[in-house]
């Protein structure tokens, strides 16, 4: 475990499931919450390799904050496969202030903790981080 400025834990449970979709590709996204009651940062949901974005976007809760990697697929202009890895910071206009504030408040240690993300995205609604969005932040 380790601990944050903000006194926010990471559950090794996050990272172990973060390097699996890095280096095994066993998971197509991952979304995380914050556990308040323990101060901790703990797995919300894991995509299987088959789900597509909107699956995940679709996980995504209406009014609560969550933190999500998103292991993007796509090909570039010169008709080479790639991939990117998304952060998504998911922080709905409906969520509770304090729980914008604690989310934006361990984001940056948090993301620290997963090495590899190449991609970062803030999104207050699903228009801002739609395929199109995320397509556009790929190339």
Known sequence: ????????????????????????????????????????????????????????????????????VFD???VTDENCQKSKIFFISWSPDTSRVRSKMLYASSKDRFKRELDGIQVELQATDPSEMSMDIVKSRAL
């Open 72 to 74: 993007f697929d796509f």
């Open 1 to 68: 475990m380790s601990n944050s400025a903000s006194g926010m834990a990471v559950c090794d449970e996050c990272k172990l499931k973060f390097l699996d979709l890095k280096a095994k590709r066993s998971f197509r996204f991952i979304v995380f919450k914050i556990n308040e009651k323990v101060q901790q940062v703990v797995v919300d949901r894991v995509g299987l390799p088959d789900e597509s974005y909107d699956d995940f976007s679709a996980c995504l809760p209406a009014d609560e904050c969550r933190y999500a």
